[in-house]
């Protein structure tokens, strides 16, 4: 039997303690986030069990039917943050609008965008699914300053002084945060995250996540119900051996995707070595497997889908964040994910991530067929 072992909770304060100026409010979000998640583990494990298999009836605002656990997972997270204090809005793939906190609660300096259940039509079918987080740094500052501001106790006072003619000054730092989030907190572009990560329900529930400082994986104990350091500092391979895409959009997509994703398997001469094909259709488990194994997910743009199917905010930016910290890339075919500037809450993007060289042999071979094609005229050509 093991005794030694790291729990979440103490390598999140081992990491905090590198920061002087850290308040510990980021980790007790990630701990909210984590506690969620071993909530919504207990209700996936007994799916099969009790009656939350299957639709609760509704619709969500992407025109989806609404599994049971859908709704189980949003709420579940939504009541995990919206009184802690810690978070000003809240984001999720399941609600049309931003989700403010609640009048009675305070409202904290962190946005949380999170997609409650991903991959969630393979509930009814028992594989893997997964939940997706993403953490900024409030920038609305809406609310006038109160008396709390004002009321502080003097070794609070960030600075004093006088003038010699007769002026006393005294600066105290602001602790009021009255004003709800607004927008501008949750449609910030991915290069701004200061943490993500997600939680996959698999063979074994893992909580993986970034701060900024590489990338660690987590992996519930059942019997003692913690999350135990089981993956540190994952760094992803930088040529993978799978790569993961619906195929039956094949004809739906553009000639470059198509020509890239032909690359991939190996049908163009002098081109890469072939890769596996793995595909899952549950954005988590296929992310994770090629992150540890090495490897490139794609969705593209297709005739159905012309701006993708996955969401920058819920999917894209939290993912990209977490390959680019283990050292892989993430791009929408071409452009770098993080970069993007998101104009709503559920916009959608194409979306290339993985392995370093194998998400940049995809970028060279789109520009490729697209330089070919301007030269020709048409600079979108359509496969079929
Ligand atoms: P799902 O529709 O089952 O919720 O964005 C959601 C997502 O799953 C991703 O998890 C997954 O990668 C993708 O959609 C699968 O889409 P396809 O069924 O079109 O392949």
Not at 99 to 111: N, Q, R
Not at 313 to 342: H, N
């Amino acid at each position: 039997m093991q005794t030694s072992v790291t729990t979440i909770e103490r390598f999140v304060l081992d990491q905090e303690d590198r920061f002087p100026e850290a308040t510990g409010e980021l980790s007790n979000l990630l701990y909210d986030i984590a506690l969620a998640a071993k909530i919504i583990a207990a209700a996936i494990r007994r799916a099969g069990l009790v009656d939350v298999l299957g639709y609760a009836g509704g619709k969500n605002v992407q025109g989806e039917r609404q599994q049971k656990l859908d709704v189980l997972a949003n709420e579940t997270i939504k009541n995990s943050l919206k009184h802690t204090g810690r978070v000003c809005a809240m984001g999720s793939e399941e609600d049309e609008d931003i989700i403010p906190v609640p009048p009675e609660y305070a409202a904290g300096k962190y946005a949380v965008l999170f997609d409650p259940l991903d991959g969630s039509s393979n509930i009814d079918v028992n594989s893997a699914v997964g939940t997706i987080f993403s953490i900024y740094r409030r920038v609305s500052l809406e609310g006038r300053g109160t008396a709390a501001d004002v009321l502080q106790p003097g070794c609070r006072q960030a600075a004093s002084g006088y003038v010699m003619y007769g002026t006393i000054f005294s600066i105290y730092r602001r602790v009021s945060l009255e004003g709800r989030g607004t927008a501008a907190d949750v449609l910030q572009p991915g290069c701004r995250q200061v943490a993500s990560g997600y939680v996959m329900y698999g063979s074994s529930t893992m909580l993986v996540y970034t701060t900024g400082q590489g990338v660690h994986g987590f992996t519930l104990d059942p019997t003692i119900g913690e999350f135990l350091l089981s993956h540190p500092r994952i760094i992803t391979p930088r040529v993978g051996t799978y790569y993961s895409v619906n195929e039956s959009n094949f004809g739906r997509w553009d000639k470059a995707v198509q020509t890239a994703v032909r690359g991939l398997k190996g049908d163009i001469p002098d081109g890469l070595k072939p890769k596996n094909s793995r595909y899952i259709g549950s954005l988590v488990a296929d992310f994770h497997r090629n992150l540890i194994s090495g490897g490139v997910f794609l969705y593209p743009a297709d005739t159905r889908n012309p701006n993708g199917k996955l969401r920058l905010l819920y999917e894209a930016s939290p993912m990209a964040f977490i390959a680019e910290q283990a050292e892989g890339s993430a791009t929408d075919g071409v452009a770098r994910i993080l970069d993007m500037i998101p104009h709503s809450l559920h916009q959608r993007t194409p979306l290339v991530i993985g392995s370093r060289e194998d998400v940049g042999f995809v970028a060279d071979a789109i520009r490729r067929v697209f330089d070919s094609t301007r030269v020709s005229g048409s600079y979108y050509e359509p496969a079929l």
